[in-house]
């Protein structure tokens, strides 16, 4: 049976040329064996993305490549925003072991059908998937994809590239659109986990009158009166700074960890004592109040790091990182924190990933999370 092993690097440079020619000289100082690449690349290579992956494949002779463009992005204790960059990372594993997902309901729908075979018999549950921002179904699809492979456990992101022109997704091709990436076998073992970057204020509460968005009763009291007991008689009396601080939270039905889903409170009215959430709402749904800060967020990213420690034993391999775009240098300060806190906790490990527009784990879209996984 093929070593699974990983080799990573990231450059910058005035232009595709130059980071191509950076990447492939520290990847192919020695005979490359791998089969599968993964690329992130910033904003400002998009519209190079293509040349890129072509160069990367025709140098190295690796044929299958997922990845996707990021506001920034990630690799092994450093983070890379506002210039030219790609982080790239080669994974050798055993032969058969993986599939590319693509892009689009009809195409995903015929190639697992096509390899129902292939799934059966190697226990192929688990994948890394890159989504399109634009498409409003994407929640739907991951649950979709998730339950198709019964069960899956999907990590990955959104796309976050600030061009509405190049969102754009790498599997095997450039795609857009819909959700892409790659299958993985049983034979590629793997951990993973969620860092939510939040702290719940109070109780959880249920949610007794609503209307699409807005909230007008919880627990059978005025939302805006329950709202302002968790969160405190200080920020109850200037409510103009729960902007960017307050958020809504959502708990996942049946985990075990206590995750949830956050979403934004987008409006308040003080006289009808009404609360507008970034999401839609239905009655005797359960929701919480979350304060999101540096303190929180680190707090919760050690809690993730120990517990991702404590499972691979010693043994990491390679990873990837996909985090919030609001997360990095907005929340854990400008010098790449965010990146050396897994390698301090960790190691290092060749590791890739990027910042982005909505985190994927397992079957939900989350946003305001970091979701760290590794192959061990």
Same mark, same amino acid.
């Given at each position: 049976?093929t070593?699974?092993?990983?080799r990573?690097?990231?450059?910058?440079?005035?232009?595709?040329?130059?980071?191509?020619?950076?990447?492939?000289?520290?990847?192919?100082?020695?005979?490359?064996?791998?089969?599968?690449?993964?690329?992130?690349?910033?904003?400002?290579?998009?519209?190079?993305?293509?040349?890129?992956?072509?160069?990367?494949?025709?140098?190295?002779?690796?044929?299958?490549w997922?990845?996707t463009?990021?506001?920034?992005?990630?690799?092994?204790?450093r983070?890379?925003?506002?210039?030219?960059?790609a982080?790239?990372?080669?994974?050798?594993?055993?032969?058969?072991?993986?599939?590319?997902?693509?892009?689009?309901?009809?195409?995903?729908?015929?190639?697992?059908?096509?390899?129902g075979?292939?799934?059966?018999?190697?226990?192929a549950?688990?994948?890394?998937?890159?989504?399109?921002?634009?498409?409003?179904?994407?929640?739907?699809i991951i649950?979709?994809?998730?339950?198709?492979l019964?069960?899956?456990?999907l990590v990955g992101?959104?796309?976050?590239?600030?061009?509405?022109?190049?969102?754009?997704?790498?599997?095997?091709?450039?795609?857009?659109?819909?959700?892409?990436?790659?299958?993985?076998?049983?034979?590629?073992?793997?951990?993973?986990?969620?860092t939510?970057?939040?702290?719940?204020?109070g109780?959880?509460?249920?949610?007794?009158?609503?209307?699409?968005?807005?909230?007008?009763?919880?627990?059978?009291k005025?939302?805006? $009166?329950?709202?302002?007991? +968790?969160?405190?008689?200080? /920020? &109850?009396?200037?409510l103009s %700074?729960?902007a #960017?601080? @307050?958020?809504?939270?959502?708990?996942?039905?049946?985990?075990?960890?206590?995750?949830?889903?956050?979403?934004?409170?987008?409006?308040?009215?003080?006289?009808?004592k009404l609360?507008?959430?970034?999401?839609?709402?239905?009655?005797?749904a359960r929701?919480?109040?979350?304060?999101?800060?540096? $303190?929180?967020?680190?707090? +919760?990213?050690?809690?993730? /790091? &120990?517990?991702?420690?404590? %499972?691979?034993? #010693?043994? @990491?391999?390679?990873?990837?990182?996909y985090?919030?775009?609001?997360?990095?240098?907005?929340?854990?300060?400008?010098?790449?924190?965010?990146?050396?806190m897994i390698?301090?906790?960790l190691?290092?490990?060749?590791?890739?990933?990027?910042?982005?527009?909505?985190?994927?784990?397992?079957?939900?879209?989350?946003?305001?999370?970091?979701?760290l996984?590794?192959?061990?």
């Amino acid at each position: 049976m093929t070593a699974i092993s990983f080799r990573s690097t990231c450059a910058t440079g005035d232009d595709w040329e130059v980071i191509a020619d950076r990447c492939l000289a520290e990847l192919c100082s020695e005979p490359v064996k791998a089969n599968l690449g993964f690329l992130y690349v910033t904003d400002a290579l998009a519209r190079h993305l293509d040349n890129l992956l072509q160069r990367l494949r025709e140098k190295t002779g690796v044929q299958g490549w997922v990845g996707t463009v990021g506001a920034g992005i990630c690799h092994t204790g450093r983070e890379i925003y506002d210039e030219p960059a790609a982080a790239v990372m080669l994974a050798t594993l055993p032969q058969d072991s993986y599939r590319l997902l693509p892009s689009g309901i009809e195409p995903l729908s015929d190639m697992l059908a096509a390899n129902g075979d292939w799934l059966a018999e190697k226990h192929a549950h688990f994948a890394i998937v890159h989504g399109d921002p634009r498409n409003s179904y994407l929640p739907q699809i991951i649950e979709s994809l998730s339950a198709q492979l019964d069960p899956g456990f999907l990590v990955g992101g959104l796309t976050s590239s600030g061009d509405e022109h190049f969102q754009q997704q790498i599997a095997g091709e450039i795609t857009e659109g819909g959700l892409s990436g790659v299958l993985f076998s049983g034979e590629v073992p793997v951990i993973s986990s969620l860092t939510q970057g939040c702290t719940p204020l109070g109780s959880k509460h249920v949610i007794t009158a609503c209307s699409g968005n807005v909230i007008s009763e919880l627990d059978g009291k005025a939302a805006l $009166d329950v709202f302002k007991q +968790d969160i405190g008689e200080v /920020l &109850s009396h200037d409510l103009s %700074r729960v902007a #960017g601080y @307050i958020f809504a939270g959502f708990p996942v039905p049946g985990s075990d960890t206590g995750d949830y889903l956050v979403r934004n409170l987008i409006g308040i009215d003080p006289e009808e004592k009404l609360l507008a959430v970034g999401d839609n709402l239905e009655n005797d749904a359960r929701i919480m109040f979350c304060r999101r800060d540096g $303190d929180a967020a680190r707090e +919760d990213m050690m809690r993730m /790091l &120990s517990d991702l420690a404590r %499972r691979a034993k #010693g043994q @990491i391999r390679g990873g990837v990182y996909y985090s919030c775009l609001g997360r990095g240098r907005y929340q854990f300060g400008e010098n790449s924190e965010e990146l050396n806190m897994i390698r301090d906790q960790l190691g290092d490990f060749p590791l890739v990933g990027f910042f982005a527009n909505g985190e994927i784990s397992h079957s939900r879209l989350y946003g305001y999370t970091g979701v760290l996984t590794l192959f061990v």
